[in-house]
């Protein structure tokens, strides 16, 4: 399974990654190097949406389609699936 999330970082912006383990993940994002570049000036995060996919590409699918979104579009369509 891979999941799709979404994380809100201490500044207010949005980062839209993918994991096998998204709380493993969400830990790393907030405390180790292993965090993306963008998030690491940005702690601490909190992840406000994931959504679980069978396959990687379609997980990849979803990440590129939600990240081509607007902000606020981007929390409409987290607040209807969510």
């Known amino acids: ?5 979404v994380l809100e970082c201490a ?9 096998t383990d998204a709380q493993r993940r969400v830990a790393e994002h ?5 965090g993306a570049r963008y998030t ?4 601490p995060v909190v992840l406000v ?7 990687r590409s379609d997980a990849l699918v979803a990440e590129a389609a939600l990240r081509k979104l607007s ?3 981007k929390l409409a369509r987290i607040r209807l699936v969510s």
């Open 71 to 73: 902000r606020s579009k």
């Open 11 to 19: 500044d207010g912006t949005l980062y839209t990654g993918i994991t």
């Open 30 to 34: 907030n405390s180790s190097r292993r």
């Open 1 to 5: 399974m891979y999941t799709l999330y």
């Open 40 to 43: 690491r000036s940005r702690r």
């Open 49 to 55: 949406h994931s959504q679980s996919f069978a396959t």
